[in-house]
């Protein structure tokens, strides 16, 4: 596998980029594109699948590549992989439901594949603001093909708009679905993880009362109340015209009890009348969780250290490294989200693409495959000799 990446902030610009990583006589058969919502997309997705390039990908919240971070721009990975060592699916929901969706693509992945392995990508929320259950996807696969399935990936963004995400598979694209680059795991080895690296504070609380993503009650108490009780007086809540959080939920998200690591849930909205917090996926009464302390630079070190111990571990090198950050992470890490980004680059010493999510897919550090929020999920790809 050679792999190399390519950014702009045109289709001029992409073009002539494809045609200088061309000159040397690399001639790639797949392009992993993720693309800000201000771009033409159409016509940058057309300009590889006009050159005989597979394309895969989603649009984004920020884009990143070796040493280099952007906004309303489009970065691409470009591999030269062997076309039987992988496949790209598509699926648009239309009238079915996620799970539907979801287990249709893991059984024609095993129709492709013995041991098939995921690049992941689905929308996150639509045209018409229907949201996506990353955990009904995750579940769903795991159902078809077993928990040791590896995936890795990340939900489409829309520049922080909230206004519709897209994924695309060569001609095709959706705002409301998923597709994936199934890899032959028998051909291709994936080392990955997915890691938040937030500290907790306090006791364990519960969630008595809830209503899908909202949170009505915590230890019988008005959630709001609470919530705004932890953050103390020092702490004030930011919010747009909509009421959602814009700062305060991404540095101080809910760390649900799971049963090996816990779950991120950001805090994305409040609603005064109800006395409630939304956050950003369903959240079941019972949940027990704790809440978070703002983020420092352990953060950072924690994710490069494991992501270090990993890579000693395996004894592998890398040919090509996806990342998939939250966005909630940029806005709370700031410039320490590219010290992360590209210390993960530089540890693995390969050619690297990756965007900001509104939700990731990846292995956590006890090998379980999961959905998540703010975290980093991060693979390397190296064909298997």
Not at 291 to 304: A, G, M, N
Not at 360 to 373: A, I, N, P, R, V
Request: proline share 3%; glycine share 10%; hydrophobic share 40%.
């Amino acid at each position: 596998m050679l792999a190399k990446s390519i950014k702009g902030k045109s289709t001029e610009e992409i073009k002539l980029a494809l045609e200088q990583s061309m000159q040397d006589g690399f001639n790639p058969t797949l392009a992993i594109v993720f693309i800000s919502i201000k771009q033409d997309r159409k016509a940058i997705t057309e300009l590889f699948y006009q050159n005989g390039i597979d394309v895969f990908g989603a649009t984004s919240c920020g884009e990143f590549t070796d040493g280099n971070q952007d906004t309303g721009s489009a970065v691409i990975l470009l591999l030269d992989i062997k076309k039987e060592h992988y496949s790209i699916l598509f699926e648009a929901i239309g009238d079915r439901t996620i799970s539907d969706v979801a287990t249709v693509l893991a059984k024609e992945a095993l129709k492709k594949f013995k041991r098939p392995a995921f690049i992941l990508c689905s929308t996150a929320i639509s045209l018409q603001g229907e949201m996506m259950s990353g955990e009904a996807v995750v579940e769903s696969i795991k159902s078809v093909i077993g928990p040791h399935i590896k995936f890795y990936g990340g939900m489409a963004g829309d520049d922080g708009t909230f206004s519709g995400t897209y994924v695309f598979a060569n001609d095709k694209e959706t705002d409301i679905g998923l597709a994936a680059l199934v890899l032959d795991e028998e051909k291709i080895s994936l080392h990955g993880m997915s890691m938040s690296g937030w500290k907790t504070i306090g006791i364990t609380r519960t969630v008595t009362k809830s209503d899908g993503p909202w949170v009505l009650e915590i230890d019988n108490q008005p959630a709001l109340d609470l919530y705004l009780r932890y953050l103390g007086e020092g702490v004030s809540i930011a919010t747009n015209k909509y009421g959602i959080l814009e700062e305060t939920g991404v540095y101080y998200p809910f760390q649900v009890e799971d049963d090996s690591e816990p779950m991120m849930r950001t805090p994305m909205e409040f609603d005064k009348d109800r006395n409630a917090v939304k956050v950003d996926f369903e959240i079941v009464q019972g949940t027990k969780f704790k809440f978070s302390v703002p983020p420092d630079f352990d953060i950072v070190e924690t994710v490069l250290e494991n992501a270090a111990g990993l890579k000693n571990e395996t004894g592998e090198d890398a040919e090509a490294l996806l990342v998939f950050s939250c966005a909630g992470r940029l806005n709370a890490l700031g410039p320490l989200a590219k010290m992360e980004n590209d210390g993960l680059s530089e540890l693995w010493n390969a050619p690297m693409a990756g965007f900001f999510t509104y939700g990731e897919y990846g292995m956590k550090e006890t090998g379980q495959q999961t959905f998540c929020s703010t975290t980093n999920s991060w693979v390397a790809l190296k064909e298997k000799k």
